[in-house]
């Protein structure tokens, strides 16, 4: 047995990419260049919906330094994306503002730019749809001409039977909630660089956070075999799911490339990158709820409506995830789905850190605050009452091995001190200027991945040099989440050697074993799994030269802090390094290489939507504070307790991080976030009219996590990537309630309206 | 049993680089750009031997676009080369022209050069040694002044008693031979570039051929622990040895990189590339041999000096390859090797293709057409009589697993018509202008690596995508001789994949199992045995997976082109793809990764310079055919016929082309090649000067390989990239005597020297 021993697990340590970030030496797309390499630039519509009917691209072409300019006639342009409805390049009509008519391939970036502004496109304006309800109805203009309707998709989810649920119920509500567009404003905008080689060979420098998807999907849309296309991701300046799909402008960049003969880069301005990257689905959801007079939910009748835009992207399986809360957030037993998804000329949504959970946990915690209400409970009581507890199956068939809700309830609400705080502002108080709140919203989300392909799996190759430094080749990405930390923390755990010693590599298909990719926060799990047990098998042949080396039975020896040590005493016997280097120079003349691929034990769901998707799953809980200014409108958020049951914490500031990071984004969705689409056109396609959180505006954040230690975890955890978004936007119109008595079923709770709401007594629908 | 199949072995294939250097879409360092990179470029002393007085640097300084400007009193100058007495910079003397005083890192190389120019530096002369005999004496000014004498290395091998055997010899010969200064002319020139990453990680992209020793010992020179260097390398324009050691140009770009904060490069001009890259180590050979009246040989003498410049880079280490060729090369019972290497302020060699094996060769062969003559034998008649035959062990202990030896000299002299063409210009024909004469010669080489290590073993780690695409991460580079195709070929063979589906990669020490780098014609025998094991393995995994999905006994079952085919018929079941995919997208969940690690069954040599050092060893025997012009001295090659144990041909086309690049490399050593070296000065530092063999001036190559299936051999293959640059010299300079009765000693066989010789009627010591 084992001494005692310091663990790496659960420590502090700076994210493996934190220096060069830092110091402004990690390499973005922006920043690669490559020999003889040109730059392209899209010319984009500026019509909603229209026919093209002409284009001329002759001044275009006659412009010194531009070498290659392609319209949809010049490229064989395959439809793709999850409705095969989108193409590289619009040849025959335009459906979205964003749409792409033509490309430059020029010796800069400017002269391509310029080349764009000289092309002539004649127009033939077609009827603009941008309301989804009015897109539903018979007669309306189609946005997709070969199809009978603008309605592509339609999930219907139930179990139980709702009818008999409300027939149960003391008290039933229902509302309308209205989720506005937001887009994830990565720092580091859009961009690639494609590149042939004289054997036809594609190397694409991508910010994909799917790199294995992403070559199968890119081969196919430019026509070559998978096998010629070989995906290098650079460091990513933010992906949060919006690079977990192909976007027209990257099989634009291979087609110039292929045209031209030379590497082309294509990379967005910030303006493009809010006209054309994706947006976080849209969402209008009326809730229909009902519970007994004890507390206890009975049923949840949930009818969506998404708008589409004007193709598909992931935005469309977001009802995915969404139904999931509905059925499983808290215990209820009769629960239906619906959601209709509708083309319109709008700007299309792709996924987004949460991917639907923001919206729908909106929807369902502002109704678990007004059933409480109604109820006369405690919301913080109220949820106890339905939380779900370890070894729940719930109706939609997902399985809590570990769960952490109710304390995560209990911790929040204490750290919040809730029960102080929680109802301060009666009616006496409405004549303060300043008034306070309180709220609180939980979450459920995947915490190990989603099967929602064939595989959720990861391989890992393990190696040791000469000098005791373990390279861990992983098939999961860094796309700023932290996971390589993670991952190199799991692997000098297991190994036993400083964390100093461990290497991560990525991000090159040609070399990485495979990975599904980065969502549904699985990468510390899985990929993390897949390196711990690369590590073990490592361990066990170090710990075998060791004892051959020493005469010694391997069981007497364990490896510490890159020492192998004497099992029983913890004394230091040799480093690491030397019995490697006897092991390889010595008469076994052997190092050290091991493999793994860990495939999570989840399942794809069956078409009932019905099945345990995910290994393991994450729970949390908010409590926010705020200050209302009842003068101006002003929303302040004072604090935000944050309870999440991690399963196991691995880097403490790395998950940390994401608790910062993910409140900052729940805050800006609930608070000031929107990006402004009127008539299928951005209106505030800068930082100065869109309005992130800033470091200033950030309330404290307290946090707690909760360690249930999952059994099939890396020692114990869970993922954390996108929980920490998820809460903050319910809990804080929860407890802006709380301070104004005033309910916002519509986000953000900008100062506009909610002085309006003030003034009228009640918040605009 | 498998029915008969087609097999890739012994096939054509073109290089898979071939199709990007054919199209210039190779990077080599020349191409590739950092962001951010400064441009590095070196004074260098214009005295052979002097102290420095003074370095004044303001007016480099001061001049614009200069980011950093380093002399030896700037950086911490630690000593490296195998004899420790180089430094990256010299500070207090200089000992060679192209010594190092000063570098510069600016914005441009133009500008880095210019401010070069601008640095003054005061020498007082010391005096300039140049001859190594004058150099030994004692006395001589010393070229190191913390030495006691200029001779810092002495070998000494014998086997047998010489006097013995020269009391047994019916006939004694003496010769000394002298052979010239040569250098590599890599089309690409020497060149890196270096950079830091904010946690003081240096990466530098190197065309080093031995890319884990390099990372090792530049971390020492600069001061780094091994485990902060990544080493990555980039397409290599040419290395032939040349860059299998570190040069001061290597560390300067370090130092250069962490004084300025950025990326720098540093790529030398052609005029620099013949001043400062390596030569061939220039030999004198004294060789006394005697033979009994019968033909056997009965002793080798040989005693050399070797000048090895003012600094000790591999050249100085050449008399361990050399040694075999005199102790093994034909059965002699009776050999002794003595060899001094001398500092002089001469230019310093490094290792070059056949590493010293072209200068002992030259001299025992040319030897052994004088015994020959002497004792009235036909000179194949003679080589025969004494040749090595399988099975044997050598006084040296070399053991020849396979030798096909007297294969070879039968086969090339048969292609060569040697019976009929030998002697044809006797006396009476001394009127003509072009005299015809046929020469041979034979060679000895090692043929799978040579243990100078305590490891020459090669990892390999194997991965096959969801598409049925092998990526074969080796640790082997790829220089040029087209082992990285070999390898492909390995792979595919033994998986049962057609050739188009092997990907290889290397090149990155940060991503590749270990490997000793390219030396000693290694890398098919090495590499390819590790491939070949993890291929096997991957093999094993797949045939179970199919034997599991068709429910049948694995070993019916085969895997031919890509396909699963039942191992009778030979009919095709199921592409291998889908096997792939159904292991990894079914209910297995499992992906295809293995490795391996090779280490051959060599030794290192015991402190006399014996034991087996390759685990197989290369035969071959060249017969030239050559025109020579009376009236200019012009020596033409008509015709070279090849035979070449090679074990087994891998690729045909790739060992077809060493053959044709070794017999160029070894034409130009005997014809025309030569840097003029004077007082320590090149004097012909350009291709005008400097003549290489040109496509044109080449005679018809007619190749046999000899195939003798060597059983440790990947396939039964044997190495080949040295081999054929040996012989091409002696067999010339003896088909020379042929033609015009003149035995020349001296390469290169200049029209200058030859017609001297001829109006002389003999050639000139």
């Known amino acids: 047995m084992a001494i005692e021993r310091e663990s790496l697990i659960g420590k502090g340590f700076p994210k493996l990419d934190a220096w060069d970030k830092a110091a402004g030496k990690a390499l973005y797309i922006h920043d690669i260049v490559r020999p003889r390499m040109l730059h392209g630039a899209i010319l984009r519509s500026d019509r909603a919906h229209a026919r093209i009917v002409r284009i001329d691209t002759s001044k275009a072409r006659a412009l010194a330094g531009v070498r290659t300019v392609l319209i949809a006639a010049d490229i064989d342009n395959v439809p793709f994306g999850h409705g095969r409805d989108n193409t590289p390049l619009k040849g025959e009509k335009v459906r979205c503002i964003r749409d792409e008519i033509a490309a430059v391939a020029a010796d800069t970036a400017d002269l391509a730019r310029e080349a764009c502004g000289l092309i002539e496109v004649e127009y033939e304006d077609l009827p603009v749809v941008t309301d989804a309800n009015e897109a539903m109805k018979p007669g309306a203009p189609l946005i997709h001409e070969n199809r009978e309707d603008n309605m592509p998709f339609r999930y219907d989810y139930s179990h139980g039977d709702v009818a008999v649920g409300e027939a149960e119920s003391d008290i039933v509500l229902e509302e309308s909630y209205s989720l506005q567009y937001v887009t994830h404003c990565c720092l580091g905008t859009s961009g690639i660089i494609a590149e042939f080689d004289a054997n036809d060979n594609l190397t694409v420098h991508s910010v994909t956070q799917v790199p294995f998807s992403f070559k199968r999907d890119i081969a196919r849309i430019v026509g070559l075999l998978p096998d010629k296309v070989r995906v290098i991701q650079v460091t990513i300046g933010g992906a949060f799911g919006s690079k977990l799909d192909i976007y027209p402008y990257e099989p634009i960049c291979v087609h110039l490339a292929r045209a031209s003969g030379q590497p082309v880069k294509l990379v967005f301005d910030r303006r493009e ?6 947006t976080r689905q849209p969402a209008e959801i009326t809730l229909r709820a009902g519970a007994r007079n004890d507390g206890t939910l009975t049923f949840r009748d949930a009818r969506l409506v ?35 998804v509708v083309y319109t000329n709008n700007p299309y949504s792709g996924s987004m850190r949460g991917y639907g959970n923001l919206q729908a946990t909106f929807a369902v915690e502002s109704m678990m605050d007004a059933l409480a209400e109604k109820l006369g409970m405690d919301p913080l009581a109220f949820r106890l009452k339905n939380a779900q507890k370890p070894g729940e199956k719930t109706g939609q ?3 809590f091995r570990t769960c952490g809700l109710e304390d995560c309830l209990e911790t929040a609400a204490a750290g919040a001190a809730w029960s102080e705080k929680r109802g301060r502002n009666g009616n006496k108080r409405r004549e303060q200027r300043y008034r306070r709140g309180i709220g609180m919203a939980s979450l459920l989300h995947v915490g190990g991945g989603a099967k929602i392909y064939h595989s959720d799996g990861c391989g890992s190759i393990l190696k040791i040099d000469d000098f005791g430094v373990v390279t861990l080749l992983t098939g999961s990405s860094e796309i700023g989440q932290g996971s390589e930390t993670a991952i190199a923390i799991i692997t000098a755990e297991t190994l036993g050697v400083p964390f100093e010693s461990v290497r991560v590599v990525n991000g090159d298909t040609e070399l990485m074993p495979w990975d599904v990719g ?37 069981d007497s020896l364990d490896i510490y802090d890159g020492f192998v040590t004497d099992a029983q005493s913890g004394e230091r016997i040799i480093g690491l390094d030397k019995v490697i280097r006897k092991l390889h120079f010595g008469e076994r003349n052997d190092v050290v290489i091991t493999t793994d691929y860990y495939e999570p034990p989840s399942v794809m769901q069956d078409k009932y939507f019905k099945g345990n998707v995910s290994p393991a799953y994450a729970f949390g809980t908010h409590v926010v504070e705020v200050e209302v200014d009842t003068w101006t409108g002003v929303v302040r958020p004072v604090k935000v307790t944050a309870a999440h049951d991690i399963g196991r914490v691995i880097n403490r500031m790395g998950a940390e991080g994401q608790v910062h990071g993910g409140v900052a984004m729940g805050l800006g969705y609930g608070l000031s976030e929107e990006l402004k689409v009127e008539e299928g056109r951005v209106l505030n396609p800068n930082f100065q009219d869109y309005r992130l959180m800033t470091a200033t505006e950030m309330p404290e954040v307290e946090i707690h996590f909760i360690e249930t230690q999952d059994s099939e975890g890396p020692f114990g955890a869970k993922g954390i990537g996108e929980a920490p978004a998820i809460c903050p936007s319910p809990a804080l119109a929860n407890a802006v309630y709380d301070a104004i008595g005033i309910r916002f079923k519509r986000l953000p709770l900008t100062p506009e309206r909610v002085l309006t709401a003030i003034k009228q007594g009640k918040a605009t629908p």
Not at 273 to 278: L, M, R
Not at 321 to 328: K, N, P, R
Not at 537 to 549: G, I, N, T
Request: glycine share 6%; aromatic share 10%; with cysteine.
């Open 518 to 554: 980065v969502h549904a926060s699985r990468t510390t799990f899985v990929a993390g799994n897949s390196a711990r047990r690369a590590a073990l098998k490592a361990r066990e042949k170090l710990l075998a030269a060791a004892s051959d080396q020493l005469d010694r039975p391997s």
């Open 397 to 399: 068939g997902l399985v």
């Open 273 to 278: 990158e809010f006209v054309a990257s994706p």
């Open 306 to 340: 998404h708008d589409n835009g004007g193709y598909t992207s992931w935005g469309a399986t977001t009802p995915f995830v969404m139904m999931q809360t509905f059925s499983s957030l808290y215990r209820v037993p009769h629960v239906c789905f619906e959601c209709t």
